[in-house]
Structures are given as structure tokens and as C-alpha cells.
């Protein structure tokens, strides 16, 4: 569904994606994982053309997503939910949701996919003509995802969805992913940094660090990997 | 003392009438402030184009009394809003989105820079060019109604009556209407709520499939076309020439600030503040400084309330 | 002045006095006394641009309002005369005075805005004195004639000395400039435009910087309006309290370029002549045509070069003639310049005296935004000489902790002591100076300065002179192991060698602490080692280290002892062998989930 080959991008002359290659077949759930400042954001960016790219492809379902203007790739069905949640404040939940909806496809779908939603995220239901500015950090997180899902994409690309919540919170969030992965048969790629988790659910794995993917399997292969451990913990 | 109650409540309504279409103005400033975070210095010369619209408009439909001699200055200045709509959104996509959007955020942190001096000097081309295209002399949109008031009272036992000018009246009971249909407009419309996102978080906006750059074109167009129908509006109550738009900028902007950069109700809040400052400042000061009296409570406010009467302290910069 | 900017401006000299002797050799030719008036007003704006510059150009804190200053210098040399017959050889400098004053004055309460608000704010000063001086009566003020002493009056029959007088005016302006360029004086605001709170961590008074710089603006604002006010012979408010006016300052110097001392130059030179030349020439037939093609000529250099006429000559000609900056891969650390390097990199570097004496001690500090509880009752100690780890998830509290101990944002509740000292409610500068460096998770260097003027920023807070900063700035730079890069320019180098540069700008001002904030963070492993192998020198020099990181391999080997936030309060602390077997530490990092699989 998604194949990047030998992605480099970055800001100005300093690039920070170096040849990364990644493939996410239609169904699957891959995370990607590394430490903070290994590009994985800025791998987000390039698909969506935030950031530029400087080499490489990028492809979605056959098309070079990299010929696409940034505003356009939305609409062939990939929603991109961002790094620190990113809702529009001043628009009221329902409008945020709205937005979302912005595609001829979220605009079809919309009077389903605002019943699966509330489903997922009842909160969101309960306060959906509250400004989204004033919600919880979790409830934020819930919009933004909710918000991604409202453009009713075939592939979901969730940022460090765990990001500044609470463990419990982060655990609440992760079984919603999952939920939402197996019912709305959608794909996701994951980005995360509660590596566990991650690699728990994910179908396959890559490890990005220093702006190159340096590691690439299955589940099991991965959670067999003493790297990751020692990447994490240093043991 | 019922002499100055009578001239506090004269002062009182001018303030409010004017203000209302002062507050028109702001709201199109504000709208291009708020989605696009750029200093358009050429505001007012949009504004003065508007005036021009208007007055060459109301020349060609004056003669049709069918249209009502009363009434044809402010379809005029309605005329404004869509010509003035088209070249905002001529000079956005020629000029302006070269340096801003998503393109000027590439450059370096001198790229605001570019936006400020690109409307300088686009609002010295609009005000010369005014100059030889209208001349300089100045002219107005002469109405009956703008010479004719209703009396309200005797209020208080004879003593205090108001006169309310009907051109003004209507003037403003026209700008009220835009203002409620652009908020409609905003917070019903898919492309109010765009508009909206895109000046809440431009990054997630171009998440969301919407084309960033054509929302600051829009946004520039409606801008600049609100602020036209408002001078529009004044063109019947106040002669005018080319560099008119050199005094209302100011105006706006301290409207803008006032309300708090980036809110639309804010703004139009802004606006009538600075009407009724303006207006209400002739009880105590001379006439010429009524602009003083408007630049002093500027400054105080924003160096008080930074973020406005209305705003909150949330604030992108 | 402090000798490098002295050394600055004699770099400066040759250029600046072959143009002002041509100019002076030019106008000597003009005989046309329109033209005399030309080649006069051109050095005028130029000085008008250049005092916009000083303030706007270097600190980013842009001004709509000079001719506040330049309108009061206009007034104030027109009313001394005609009221006191005072010669405009007195009046013209005490114009100055005033200036100063008046932007002392206008900045005190203004400098509390930012960005666009002290722009629109700003613009309020000229426009307020413009109506209040048409109200005062003085609409149309007539410099009187003084025949009898005209050279006393400025009154000059040869109109040329009014060209070279401007020509004089503009030389001291750009020495003026010239010598604040480079000085502590021009760094610190350079500093400031780049990250105003950076700057204030560096050690930077920022406030005081940008009330010398506003004050030294207005005065030669003034200084040239009251020189506008004896070449014109008559003053009105519009033409000098006027938006063209604020708008010509911030035209010359956008046109030329912003933050050098050419720019305003270059702007005058090319736009006054055009403007003033169209309106002579077609103003009759065409009204107005002098402001339209003033106003397309200004919209066409931003679309092609919207940083201004000198940097886009400079960068073009420096492509040209520089291949590149050194690639990183042929600028590696030499070994014997630093014996200390290669051999040590994986053992651990002898403590220096981890003693008992806190450096930091932080006693139940809470802090909230909001609703968020960033910071919760953390309690911790900073021992000297060690080098003390902050780990924990993103959103932990970590950033947030920097920021109390340097003083950006002040506890809701607790202590916090620096050698025994509380330091809460003190300006971060004076954190600084008090010996607490740190630098940021984004690196913001100026990217046209040169390495070593970036690290020369962090170096004035314990320098008593230009020479001595550079001296600690070099030192620095010598520490991290960057001196062979010392004159490219920062903006060509490597991500890694961008990490130790920060770390120079903040060593350079000799703290007795620094907190590193994700100095590894998207670092390669060879550059992870390299840079904690210049940390652990630091350590071994006596420097205590507070670093935040992720890089959890390079860390464990790192540091003498980790601190672990999670939800903004400590989850645990200690060794870092205890740290990495802590169950609730692996918990917060890896998940739980891990920890049932791999129990």
C-alpha cells in the first residue's frame, strides 16, 4: 500500500532521513520505533510533504505520492494524525471532526464514520460543542485520532500517539488503535516511543535511528531482538 | 449640564454609527491577519479602491432612479465588496503568496520581513496609482439621506434632544448585516470552518486535505473586500482622495489590536471602540486630536491587555 | 569601543571611505541645485534606515515608528531657532539628546510587546505627535532666513556643503553601526533576534540591550531630522511624524538589507535618486508615477531577493567563489590536539571530585500550566563534578525542569538553591551569570555568523572585554574540539558539530553548571561517542553536567547517576545499574508489556 524507498529529507541543508526504505502492505499495523530525534516525524513529514523530500520515492498504492501537492495527498485516502495532537483549538469538537471530513470520501462516509467514532470515543460525543482547546490532553489525543478517522482513510498514520498522557491513559489509547485497526479495517503505520506496546501489536516492525532505518521484522523477530532492549535501556 | 448630557448622547450615537462601520473594517483586516499572521500595510488602499468602486458605481446608477437616489450609494458600496474580492484575490496569488503560506515559512526568520515590505510597496503603487487614475482631488457620494437626521426626543423634559443622521444610520445597520452574515459565513460555512483551521494550525489543516494556500487567498480576498464595502459605507459621509487609506489603516489596526489580533468579533468590537473614542473625545479635546485620543488608548491598552480586550492569553506569534 | 569591533570596522574602513569620497567627488560635479538637493537627501535616508536598522535590523524587533524620533529632532531644531535663534550646530546634537531620551522613553513601557504587537504599537508614537503638533499650531513652520550669519545658521549659498555635511552624518552613522556590529553591543542583539530566551540564558540582560539599542536608534533619528529640518528650511507634521516617513526608514534598509551596515546604504543610493528623479521628470504629465514605480521596483527586488539587495549579492558572490564549507567527514577532531580523546572513549574518565557539596538543590518544587501538573513536588540534588542523567518518557517534566532551574519560569511552590542560594524569581541572565550554562533541544544557531561569533554570544557574561570573550570564546571552541572550523560559517555545518557549537556558546561563559537538553538526540553512533566523549572531558574538567536524554546506551555509560521523571515527579533515582533494573523504570520506558514478555 505504502512503499518508501530510499527517503532522504530534512530541513534546509541539513538532512535528516538518510536512504530510508519502508513498505506497509493493505491491513497491516507497522510501527516505527527509535529514539527521540531518529527522524521518525520527520519520516511523517515527508510522506505528507510538510517536509520536502531530497531523494528517494514515496508511493501510495502505485502513485508517486511525492508528485502530489502536500494538501492533495489527504484526499487519496491517507490521514496523517500529528505529533503532539495538533487540534484546532477554537473549532468546537464537532467542528474539528468536520474538518477531518474535509475529503469526498470523509464527506460520504460522514454520518457512519461520526457513529463509529462517538462508539470509540464516547467523550467526544459528550462534548462535542465544546472548543477543542478546552479538552484533556487525553481527550485531545482521542479528537485526533477521531479527526484522522473521520476522513475515512485506507491508511492511518498515527505520531507518538502515547505522547505526554498518563500510563493509563496511553493504555486506554493503544486498545482504541487496535479496536479501531481490526473493525475499520484500516491500515496504520505507528509511530511510538512506548516500544512495547508498539511492537506488541504491530504486525512488523522498523527501528530508525540517526535518521537511517537500522533494523526491520516481524513481531516475534523484533521482540526476540536484544538491540531493542539495549536501545532502550542500554543493557 | 443638560447640555452636556445632549452632547454626550450626540457624541454617543456618531460614536456608535460610525464605529459600526469601523468595525466592518477591522473584521476584514482581522480575517487576513488571523488566517495568514501577515501585516497588510495595503489595507487601507484596498479600502480607498473600494471608495473609488463605489463612487464610479453610484455615477452609473444614479441616473436609474428606478434604484431610489436614497438607497443607490449603499448598493454601490455593495458593488465594492465583489470587485475589490477579485483583485485581493489577483494581488494574493500574483504578489503576495510568493512570500508567505507555506512557501515563506521555508525561508529564514527574515521572511516576515518580506511580507511587510511587499504590502508597503504594494500600497504605494495602489496610492499613486490612485493618484493619477481619480486625481487628487477630493469628492464624495452625495446622498440626501447623509444631510437628513431623525430627532430623537425631547427626552427629559424638553431638554435633551439627539439627531441621529439616516445616511449613517443605514450605513450602519448595513455593516452589521455584513458582519453577521461573514460570522454566519464563518462558523456555519465548510469554507468558513476551513478558513478557520487554517489559521488555527496551518500544519494540521494541510493534514486535513485542505489547500493552505488557497485559504489565504480567500482569506486575503474576503479581507480586503469586507474592508471595501466598510469604506464604501463612509464614502457617503466623508469626502475622500487616493491616499485616504493612509488614515484608516491606522484606525484598523488599533481596532484589530484592540479586540485582540486574530478574533473576528474582536475586531468588529475593536472597531466600534475606536468610533466611540473618536466621537466621544470631542467632549473633552479639541477636534484635531481626536486621532491622538485614539492612538492614546491604543497604547494603553496594548501596553495593558497585550492580547486584547477580548482575546486570551493564548497567543500564536 | 572594544578592540574587535575596532579590528571589525577597519574591515569595514577601505570600502566605506572609497564610497564616501567617491560620493563626495560626485556631488562635487553636481551643479544643478535640484540635483545638489538629491545627492543631500539620499545620505539622509540612508542614516534614517541605518537608525531604524540598529534597532530593528539587528534585534527583530521591527519599528513602524522612527519618525517619532525623527519628527521631534525636525521640531525641536525649528522651534530653537525661531525662538531662540539657537544655531543648528547646537541644535542638531541636542536634537540628539532628545532623541535618545524619547526612545528611552518609547521603549521602557514598549519593550514589554512582542513581535507584531511592538510593531503596531509603535506605530501609534509618530501619528499621536502628529496630530498633537497640528493642534499646538504648528502646521507649516518657516525656518527664518539669517542673512546676516549664514554660516552660523547652516544657510549655505553653495548647496553641495549640505550634501557633504549629510555625506558626514552618514560616515558616523556607519561607523556608529560599524562599531555595535560586532561588539558585545550588536552580538547581544543579534542574540536576541535569533531567540529571545536563549539569548536571556546565555547570559544576555536582553531588556537593557534593547533599551541601549532604542535609545542610540532615536538619537540618530533625531540627529537627522533636525538636519532635514535646516536642508528643507520648512517643517510640517506630515512630512516629518508622516507614515512615509517610519515607511521610507524600514523601505531603505528592507530594500538594502537588514542587519548590516550596507543595507540602508545600498537602499538610499538606489531608491531615493528613482524616486525623486521620476517625480521630477514625469511628475506633470503622470501624478503619482514616481510612487508607482517606486512601489513596483520595491515589490520586484522582494520577489526576487526578499532578504534585501546585500545578502543576495553576498550569498551569490560567496557561492561563487567558496566551493563549500568543509563536508564533515574531512574535519575530524585531530588526536594530538586533544590527547585526552581517543583512548578514553570507552572507559570511564576518572570523577573529578564528585564531593557532597550540592551545586543545585531543588526541594519540593510543583509547577502547573493550567491544568497540566507539569512539575510535581520533584525533590533532587545536583552534586558538584558529577554528571547527573534525566530520563523519562516525552511530556515527563524534564524540559520543564531545566527551565525552573535557569530560571525561565518560576516554581508555584518550593526551593530551589544554586550553591546555597535561593535563585527563584531571578532573571535567567543572572542564572547565568551566577554559573548556570544550558542549551536547548532545538539548535538555533546564526547560520551567516561565524562559528566563532556564535560562540562569542555566550561568552560576554564573564568577560570585562571583547578581547577576553573571544579569548573564552576560542577556548571554548578548543574544548569541543571545533577550533579548525572556528571561521566557516555555522550554517554550513554538520548536525553534530551544530551540538558542540551549542555546547561552546554555552562553555564560553565559563558555568559551573550546564544543562543539556537532547544534545545526543538524532545523533549517529560515532557522533553520539564523540560528543559524550567532549561531556565527559567537561566533567574532568570540573564542569557538573545535568544532561536530558533519550539515547539511553550512550547515557547508561554517560552518567555517574540518573534522576527518572514520569508524569512531572520522580519515579526513581540512582546508579545507573540500579536504574535499568528497575521495575518501574522499565515500566515507563519500555511498558509493562515488555516486562511480561521478557520476565
Redesign the interface.
Known sequence: MLEVEGLCAGYG??P?LDRVSLRVGAGELVAVVG?????KTTLFKAI???VPAQAGAVRFEGDDLLAV???????LGI????EGR??????TVL?NL???A??AAGRRAWNDSLERIYAWFPVLAQRATAPA?AL??GQQQMLAIA??LA?APRLLMLD?PS?????VTADEIFERIVAIHAQAAVTVLLVE?????AL?YADRGYVL????AVLEGTRDQL?ADDRI??????? | MAQFVESFLQALTAGLLTGAVYGLMCVGLSLIFGVMRVINFAQGDFMMLGMYVAFYAFGLLGGHLAFGAAMAPYLAALIAGPVIFLSGIAVHRLLISRVTGIRGSALESEGHYAQLILTLGIALVLQNGGLYAFGSAPVSIATPLSSSAWELGPLAGDSVSVFVNRGQTVAAAIALAAVLAFVALMSRSRLGKSLRAAADNPEAAIYMGIDVDRAHRLAFGFGVAITAIGGGLLASSYPFQPYVGLEYVIVMYAGVVLGGLGSVAGAFLGGLIIGLVQQLSTLFLPNQLQNTAIFVVFLAIVLLRPQGLFGTAARRT | MSGGSRAHLRRHAAPMAAFLLVYAVLTAFVENSYYQLIMTVVPVWAVMGLAWNLLSGYSGLVSFGHAAFFGLGAYFVALTQIHWGLPPWFSIPLAGVLGALAGLLVGIPTFRLRGHYFALAMLAYPLALLYVFEWLGYQELALPMRRDAPLRYMQFDDHRLYAWLALGLMGGAMMLTGLVERARFGMSLLAIKQDEAAAEAAGIDTLAWKLKAITLSGAMAATIGGFYAVVLLIVTPPAVFGMLVSAQALIVAMFGGVGTLWGPVIGAVVLVPLSELLHAKLGNFIPGIQGVVYGIAIVAVILVAPEGVFWKVRDLSLRRRAPRALPDSVAPVRAEAEPSTRHSVHDRVPIFEVGNAPVFEVRNVSKAFGGLRAVQDVSLTVTRGEILGIIGPNGAGKTTLFNLLNGFIRPDQGQILLEGHSIVGSKPYRICAAGVGRTFQVVRPFRRMSVLDNALVGAYVHAASHRQARAAAQAALAQVGLSREMHLAAGGLSNKQLRLLELARALAGRPKVLLLDETLAGLSARDIEEVTSVVRRLAAQGVTIVIIEHTMPAMVRLVHRFVVLDHGAVLAQGQPAEITRNPAVVDAYLGRRWRAEHA
Open positions: 541543508d541539513l535528516v529514539p527521540n530525534g531518529a527522524g505528507s510533504g510538510i501537492a502536500p494538501s492533495a495527498r489527504p484526499h490521514a496523517h494524525v500529528p495538533q487540534v484546532f483549538p477554537s473549532l467542528e468536520e474538518m477531518g474535509y475529503t482547546g484533556s490532553g479527526r484522522g476522513s507518538e505522547m505526554g498522557l498518563s500510563p516511543q512506548r516500544v512495547a506496546e506488541h535511528e540517526a535518521g537511517r521482540a532492549r539495549q536501545a532502550y535501556l542500554g543493557m
